[in-house]
């Protein structure tokens, strides 16, 4: 795809967020919008991936370590053909494979099980030795929250991924600034996410998280960075809805019909 | 009981069934997170460095990585100190571990009082009905070193998430060699009409210790050594109450939440009957050496036969 049909893709995602979370009547719907763009680069420019064969094992693995965003996930395995963009609309509702986090037992597509915020990057430091030992080709994308940074879990597989030198593990860190309970600045401030991560011994690339080229190639750069590489990307929480852009109370609400009408409107254009 | 064998540890036998583990299967991984000496995960270590991974002291990540390797196709022994294993990681073991069903094995070291002078902060006494609590998690606390043994090599071939609970002290040898599998997990060892006396870990020597000495007060005691606490050996509990009519139930671990209270659960659902639980009655450990905390905390032969006989006595 080029940078004009990923930007449009990423328009498609971001509505079936919305429509997912409102039909749904819960959900996660900020941060699946502002980390929309990076999940459209990886399905659909950066990832060797065969939607007909998720477990082909020389494939690159996507770990959505901020699990809540599941939403956004879901869309871009339907869209690139994993399962029905029909069964979307059924996200959280009892007896569909499309759990309130992802579970990988039940969702096609779906690496590992997460929900429990700051245990993904520690699976993938795993998942990357393991991929080494077995010589497969395969780059992992772990796509976590500066929120969920908090957790020390994050900093113990930062450790673990420069001391065992994970050069086939990109740590992607959606910095949209809020949390459940407010700005991240004001509950606990994580940054400079990208010092601590040098410091820690990583090479790192701060993007705009809605630019599309700035995107794809910071994704791009990353595969070809000898050791772990991170990439801090600034984006917006609740990005392309004029009423939810940088509000923390959109972390986990639906919104209304009438709401929902709207957001759609905006995505549109 | 195969008393001509000087005592060893059961976390040695974790040392040498993990390194043969190693030699047999290419996809075997080792974690330990700065305790492989004494959880003995350092024999692998040295024998495959490329398939040993020291974490630090980073009980967390560790089980996330062992989590890692699990869904890339290995099977992956993550050990440290039981208390570290189950309290510290607990999220992670949840959530990465058993959620999943991966193929993870949490083999614990250090399990219980005997621990020993480090005190309450090392001495894991609820670890076992932590992982009892888990879906998926199947829960083995081996006798001695020859069921130890079985029980990790055996481990490769299980399904699912497992914990292995081994000890610091050398312990008897029970088993002259090592069985060729757990079976169900409760094994009777002594033959008995009057009580069954339930028991794993190292309480299980103690048991049939007990049993000798309440023959000679004309009781007969059957002993049951329940290597696997989870799934519990239903059948054979209940065979064994059906027959004796009353039991005790003995545990280096809270009397709440391990083997005392699984079979309470047998026993309320199948055959209702007088069961005394001998364990740490809901208090944490102290400092002292492994008898003297034993003593203390009155898990010995003496307290056994005790609470056998006031459970026979009220149930008559």
């Known amino acids: 795809m080029d940078i004009q049909e990923l930007k449009e893709t990423a328009k498609t995602l971001r509505q079936d967020v919305i429509r997912m979370v409102t039909e749904a009547g819960s959900g996660h719907p900020g941060g699946s919008l502002s980390s929309a763009d990076i999940v459209t680069a990886l399905f659909f420019h950066t990832m060797n991936h065969r939607p007909d064969d998720p477990k082909w094992p020389e494939r690159d693995r996507f770990i959505l370590s901020k699990g809540h965003c599941a939403p956004v996930l879901y869309s871009a395995l339907a869209r690139s053909g994993y399962f029905p963009v029909d069964d979307l609309i059924n996200l959280r509702k009892i007896d569909c494979h499309l759990q309130g986090h992802p579970d990988m037992h039940k969702t096609r597509g779906v690496e590992i099980s997460s929900g429990s915020l700051g245990q993904g990057l520690s699976v993938s430091v795993g998942m990357a030795l393991s991929m080494r030992l077995d010589k497969l080709p395969g780059q992992i994308f772990t796509l976590m929250g500066d929120g969920e940074s908090q957790e020390g879990e994050v900093w113990e597989a930062a450790m673990a991924g420069a001391h065992y030198k994970t050069g086939n593990l990109t740590a992607i860190v959606d910095a949209n600034g809020l949390q459940i309970d407010g700005f991240t600045k004001d509950v606990m401030n994580v940054e400079p996410l990208a010092a601590k991560y040098e410091a820690f011994g990583w090479t790192v690339r701060s993007i705009d998280g809605h630019d599309m080229q700035q995107i794809v190639d910071a994704l791009d750069w990353s595969r070809a960075v000898e050791g772990p590489a991170a990439i801090i990307a600034k984006t917006v929480k609740g990005k392309g809805v004029s009423f939810m852009e940088d509000q923390a109370g959109w972390h986990g609400r639906a919104p209304s019909a009438e709401e929902a009408e709207q957001a759609l409107a905006e995505l549109k254009n | ?316």
Request: aromatic letters at 6%; charged letters at 20%.
């Open chain 2, 1 to 316: 009981m195969a008393t001509e064998l000087k005592p060893r540890a059961t976390r040695e036998a974790y040392g040498e069934a993990l390194l043969e583990l190693g030699k047999r299967h290419e996809n075997v991984v080792a974690l330990d997170a700065d305790l492989a000496g004494s959880t003995k995960s350092g024999q692998f270590g040295k024998a495959f460095p490329e398939r040993f991974f020291n974490v630090g002291v980073a009980e967390a990540n560790m089980m996330g990585m062992a989590a890692g390797f699990a869904i890339s196709g290995k099977i992956s022994y993550a050990s440290t100190f039981a208390v570290f294993a189950t309290g510290r990681a607990f999220d992670q073991v949840r959530q990465s571990i058993a959620q999943p069903r991966l193929p993870v094995r949490v083999c614990a070291s250090h399990g219980g009082l005997t621990v020993g002078e480090d005190g309450c902060t090392h001495q894991s006494v609820e670890d076992i009905g932590l992982m009892r609590l888990l879906p998926n998690m199947r829960v083995v606390v081996p006798a001695d070193f020859n069921q130890t043994y079985a029980a990790v090599l055996e481990s490769y071939e299980i399904e699912g998430p497992m914990y292995i609970r081994t000890g610091r002290p050398k312990t008897p040898f029970l088993y002259d060699v090592p069985p060729k599998s757990l079976g169900r997990g409760a094994d009777v060892l002594r033959e008995g009409t009057d009580i069954s006396l339930f028991a794993c870990g190292i309480m299980v020597v103690r048991a049939l210790e007990a049993a000798e000495v309440l023959k000679k007060r004309d009781i007969s005691a059957e002993v049951v050594n329940v290597s696997i606490i989870k799934p519990i050996d239903v059948d054979a509990v209940a065979a064994s109450l059906g027959k004796t009519g009353c039991a005790v139930t003995a545990e280096e671990h809270s009397i709440i939440g391990g083997l005392g209270d699984a079979v309470q659960e047998v026993a309320a659902e199948c055959c209702p009957v007088r069961i005394g639980r001998l364990g740490i009655k809901d208090v944490f450990g102290k400092s002292g050496t492994p008898d003297q905390l034993l003593e203390d905390f009155h898990l010995t032969t003496e307290h056994l036969v005790s609470l056998a006989e006031l459970v026979l006595a009220s149930r008559s």
